[in-house]
């Protein structure tokens, strides 16, 4: 890495910090380690600030087990005060996705529709299972839940305008969505 561009990565580095946190002196050996850990593992900045405070020698080992239990790491879900087991986004994206669909076709048999054929209750199911996946998986500057539901209404217009049914099909869009960007946000890793 050139001076140049060690510079400019640790101006960016310490800005992203001055937004989030609080900044603490930090020692330069802790910052070059913070600089290595966020580079090799998925890591927030203030994690990594803490994890290479932790792992610093010469510090007291009552600071560095502090420390220590503060770190997230993405994968295995661990947070302080207690544990919590997280699913693959995916994983729970396909099941939420069979879970609407079920509900959907239950609906739609049991519902005031008059057309109940295999090409209608398939395309209730597929409509509604690309709800859960994408809704539990979408990536938007907002809230999960608000980023299910915006997922949901998007799939849910073409089969609303062709079926001439706004409020239900938009409806069970909106909130099979949201249910799964929440859900998302709840128990994805």
Same mark, same amino acid.
């Given at each position: 890495?050139?001076?140049?561009?060690?510079?400019?990565?640790?101006?960016?580095? =310490?800005?992203?910090?001055?937004?989030?946190?609080?900044? @603490?002196?930090?020692?330069?050996?802790?910052?070059?380690?913070?600089?290595?850990?966020?580079?090799?593992?998925?890591?927030?900045?203030a994690d990594a600030i803490q994890l290479s405070t932790a @792992?610093?020698p010469g510090r007291r080992a009552a600071d560095r087990v502090?420390?220590?239990?503060?770190?997230?790491?993405?994968?295995?879900?661990?947070?302080?005060?207690?544990?919590?087991?997280?699913?693959?986004?995916?994983? @729970?994206?396909?099941?939420?996705?069979?879970?609407?669909?079920?509900?959907?076709?239950?609906?739609?048999?049991?519902?005031?529709?008059?057309?109940?054929?295999?090409?209608?209750?398939?395309?209730?199911?597929?409509?509604?299972?690309?709800?859960?996946? @994408?809704?539990?998986n979408v990536s938007l500057p907002m809230h999960p839940a608000?980023?299910?539901?915006?997922?949901?209404?998007?799939?849910?217009?073409?089969?609303?305008?062709?079926?001439?049914?706004?409020?239900?099909?938009?409806?069970?869009?909106?909130?099979?969505?949201?249910?799964?960007? =929440?859900?998302?946000?709840? =128990?994805?890793?």
């Amino acid at each position: 890495m050139r001076a140049s561009e060690r510079a400019r990565w640790f101006g960016t580095f =310490w800005v992203d910090c001055a937004r989030a946190y609080l900044l @603490l002196w930090v020692e330069e050996d802790v910052s070059q380690r913070a600089v290595g850990l966020v580079n090799h593992y998925p890591l927030r900045t203030a994690d990594a600030i803490q994890l290479s405070t932790a @792992l610093t020698p010469g510090r007291r080992a009552a600071d560095r087990v502090a420390a220590a239990s503060m770190v997230k790491h993405r994968g295995q879900g661990a947070k302080q005060g207690g544990t919590r087991t997280d699913m693959h986004r995916l994983m @729970l994206g396909i099941l939420l996705g069979m879970a609407f669909g079920v509900i959907d076709v239950v609906m739609t048999l049991f519902g005031q529709h008059p057309d109940r054929t295999t090409a209608m209750l398939l395309q209730a199911f597929f409509s509604r299972f690309a709800i859960g996946v @994408l809704g539990a998986n979408v990536s938007l500057p907002m809230h999960p839940a608000l980023a299910g539901a915006l997922v949901g209404l998007l799939i849910s217009l073409p089969d609303a305008f062709a079926l001439h049914s706004y409020v239900g099909i938009l409806g069970t869009g909106l909130i099979f969505g949201a249910l799964a960007g =929440w859900a998302a946000k709840a =128990w994805a890793a």
